[in-house]
């Protein structure tokens, strides 16, 4: 990791990046505690994040937008916008203006969509395809950080202060990712689009993960453990509530715990795939949530967390399995389109999963629904190792530091005779 971040330009984008990634990992849990301290409601809370995850229905037009304008000014423009959409936050005061916040969290689901695409193809043209896991790995490294302190910070700010300093420090942020990348000078290469009818160019990007077969058989597999991976979002109160007999407050601790798990699952995630392919980081990601969900059957503290910190290091490895695949495996003029595509189509089961979990956890029980987690990832997982070979290991390899073309220099006057 050490090496990606020695590049100038990819400094300036971490630099940005983790303003951007900052104001999201506070804001996100603040709106839906925003909801229910304004409503009472947990239902209406937990549609806060419905209303994020909705926009992915406009994926291939966001990833046709994407794909049309050059990178680096549309990622500007588009954190620009975010902030600004944030503005009528500032309006709410009761129970009234919840609408508001639904309103401004489907824009931030938009605006999230969006710059997901545009990231994917900003680390394609400033990093070498060597470095593109690390790079990855780099980014989720420091979300999974993040994650760690950013929504109890939020929580906490909101119940301290109220919604509007939260409002302005995630503004601030989305502002600092846009100044900051306005200093990047990167490369921009012509669009390829246009060469297509319109209805064509909003397919082209399903058309390529179905028609690449590592592409493929990454997201068949992703998807079939993303069908029963949302499960958990619920079990885990069910967990702490029957089977530990523990307050439910004492889900933050768990996720914390969890939050561990990823910092090391990101700090581990590029040599994985440099061992074993994208294909194959991503089978190991979906893999250990079998056991970690088997062991989470049976309800015992040290067993939990040693089943969260398995759990927490697999998302990592998911996410950058995937991202650096489909960077690799795409073309840089389709590249806005199958990112948004795929993001469409691991959100879609997990959303679904995430309200099948909340209704079936009031039927059976919490023991039985881990193990059925447990064996889809399994199986999934398998299905994503038996593939692995349709991605090659990635040697490490040095890469000559970037450097910065030295100034020219007036040459010195000749003397005259």
Not at 148 to 165: C, D, E, S
Request: a positive charge; aromatic letters at 8%; hydrophobic letters at 55%.
């Amino acid at each position: 990791m050490r090496t990606v971040l020695r590049r100038p330009e990819f400094r300036l984008l971490f630099g940005a990046l983790l303003a951007s990634m900052a104001a999201e990992s506070i804001l996100l849990l603040a709106l839906a505690i925003w909801v229910k301290d304004l409503t009472g409601s947990d239902g209406l809370a937990g549609a806060t994040i419905f209303a994020i995850i909705a926009p992915m229905v406009l994926a291939p037009l966001v990833g046709w937008a994407v794909d049309r304008y050059p990178r680096r000014p549309f990622f500007i423009a588009a954190n620009l916008a975010t902030a600004i959409l944030l503005t009528p936050l500032f309006t709410v005061s009761d129970s009234a203006d919840v609408r508001v916040i639904y309103v401004v969290a489907a824009l931030y689901g938009l605006s999230y969509l969006t710059l997901s695409a545009l990231l994917s193809g900003l680390i394609r043209q400033l990093v070498p395809v060597e470095l593109l896991a690390d790079a990855n790995g780099v980014l989720q490294t420091v979300r999974q950080g993040l994650r760690l302190i950013g929504p109890l910070a939020g929580a906490a700010l909101y119940a301290a202060v109220g919604g509007w300093l939260l409002t302005a420090l995630a503004m601030t942020g989305f502002v600092v990712a846009a100044a900051v990348v306005a200093l990047l000078r990167v490369p921009e290469t012509p669009s390829a689009g246009g060469t297509l009818r319109w209805s064509a160019e909003l397919g082209a990007g399903l058309r390529h993960l179905a028609g690449e077969p590592a592409l493929r058989r990454a997201l068949l597999g992703y998807g079939l453990g993303s069908l029963v991976m949302g499960f958990t979002e619920s079990l885990i109160f069910a967990y702490v509530d029957d089977g530990l007999r523990r307050d439910a407050a004492f889900v933050g601790v768990l996720v914390t715990v969890q939050g561990v798990g990823g910092l090391v699952g990101g700090l581990f995630s590029a040599a994985v795939v440099r061992r074993a392919g994208e294909v194959g980081a991503l089978a190991t990601g979906v893999t250990l949530f079998g056991p970690a969900a088997f062991a989470l059957a049976y309800p015992n503290l040290a067993l939990g967390c040693a089943a969260l910190l398995l759990a927490g290091a697999a998302l990592p490895l998911i996410t950058v399995g995937l991202n650096t695949l489909i960077q690799r495996r795409t073309p840089a003029g389709l590249l806005g389109r199958v990112t948004a595509a795929s993001e469409a189509l691991v959100s879609g089961p997990q959303a679904v999963s995430i309200g099948a979990g909340a209704l079936l956890v009031g039927v059976f029980d919490y023991r039985l629904l881990f193990a059925l987690v447990g064996l889809t990832t399994t199986a999934a997982g398998i299905f994503l190792w038996r593939g692995r070979q349709l991605s090659t290991p990635t040697p490490m390899v040095r890469i000559p530091l970037q450097r910065r073309p030295p100034a020219p220099t007036t040459p010195a006057p000749r003397p005259t005779p």
